[in-house]
């Protein structure tokens, strides 16, 4: 089982950042991916990028040059930072995790971009 606490989020301004961290309850080197998805009001979640343990990276295009995605394996420790955030980035972010054949969610942390 894994268990993961997000957090980092809150409002912030159009063309501002905001670094989100999700701390998993079990070394995440072994892990076999993890990443983060969004849900914004009245929309399905969507992926916004995944982070195998391989090292192999996959941003959805709308985040790709403005969001990056890190680990601190020592911490246990992923991390989104997003710069240039735009009102379309407001949703609520949810850490994921791929282990042992099943996902596990996060709480999920709320990101407001205000225009």
């Known amino acids: 089982q894994v268990r993961l606490v997000e957090s980092g989020g809150g409002l912030v301004q159009a063309g501002g950042s905001l670094r989100l961290s999700c701390v998993a309850s079990r070394s995440i080197s072994s892990i076999n991916a993890m990443g983060w998805h969004r849900q914004a009001p009245g929309k399905q979640r969507e992926l916004v990028v995944t982070y195998t343990s391989s090292g192999s990276i996959n941003y959805v295009d709308s985040v790709k040059g403005r969001f990056t995605i890190s680990r601190d394996n020592a911490k246990n420790t992923v991390y989104l930072e997003m710069n240039s955030l735009k009102p379309e980035d407001t949703a609520v972010y949810y850490c994921?995790?791929?282990?042992?054949?099943?996902?596990?969610w996060g709480q999920g942390t709320q990101v407001t971009v205000s225009s």
């Open positions: 994921l995790a791929v282990y042992m054949q099943r996902v596990y």
